[in-house]
């Protein structure tokens, strides 16, 4: 699976909206863009993925450039419950073998009152 | 919730005991993993059942052993355990691992101290 670079933490006022970049320069034409986030001593939580198009769904908006080597993570108007470790994960078919997730250290994302 | 629920959330056991932790999942998926999470450090994944069957042993040590007597139950057994296996484990579920786009659902985990 291909490396991702975030940034190790990011500030959002509530209400705001929070945007956290991930790098992803030697994605391959196959592997998935993902994103979790975890809540303090939490599960991991599913929030969005994508292959090529931009995706929404209820919690958030994946930004996907056209050459696919950077994702953009949108959460429209963020809330304290918000506050978290993202991960940012590209994620392909092994081809035959097991499909784990490889976690990063991911962003902290603060968000302040 | 999830849907993937572990049990006990919180154990701590001497390096001579043995206990099991366990994972069931509601969601109908037929894949189940075992992720460590250690202080400061990210998930590692540890094993990969696929319809029962196990897919990837992540060079763990043979102090823990999984089973997963059915889809929608996973256990992993512990014993001898040192200080240095205190973490959170967490157990996942997908639909499956042939496909790349199946999402996985994260169980609250087990935090298991060591003394």
């Known amino acids: 699976d291909a490396k991702t670079t975030q940034p190790p933490s990011m500030d959002c006022a509530e209400g705001r909206a929070a945007n956290l970049p991930c790098n992803h320069s030697t994605i391959s034409g196959n592997e998935y863009v993902y994103w979790y986030r975890q809540i303090h001593s939490q599960g991991p939580q599913y929030i969005i993925h994508?292959?090529?198009n931009n995706e929404t769904n209820e919690m958030a908006s994946l930004i996907i450039t056209e050459d696919r080597k950077s994702s953009t993570l949108i959460l429209p108007h963020a809330t304290l419950r918000d506050t978290a470790v993202y991960y940012c994960i590209v994620r392909g078919y092994s081809g035959g073998g097991a499909d784990g997730l490889t976690f990063g250290k991911g962003t902290h994302l603060i968000i302040q009152p | 919730e999830t849907g993937v629920t572990q049990t006990p959330r919180h154990l701590v056991m001497g390096m001579t005991n043995k206990k099991s932790l366990k994972c069931e999942q509601h969601?109908?998926?037929?894949?189940m993993y075992w992720y460590k999470q250690s202080a400061k450090k990210p998930l590692e994944l540890m094993f990969v059942?696929?319809?029962?069957?196990?897919?990837e042993n992540n060079s763990v040590p043979s102090r823990f052993s999984p089973e997963c007597p059915n889809s929608s139950h996973l256990f992993l057994h512990l014993h001898t355990l040192q200080p240095e296996d205190s973490a959170l484990y967490l157990c996942?579920?997908?639909?499956?691992?042939?496909?790349?786009?199946?999402?996985?659902?994260f169980g609250p985990g087990t935090r298991l101290t060591v003394t």
């Open positions: 969601l109908g998926h037929n894949a």
């Open positions: 996942a579920s997908s639909q499956g691992i042939a496909v790349s786009s199946y999402e996985q659902y």
């Open positions: 994508g292959l090529k």
């Open positions: 059942y696929s319809l029962e069957e196990r897919v």
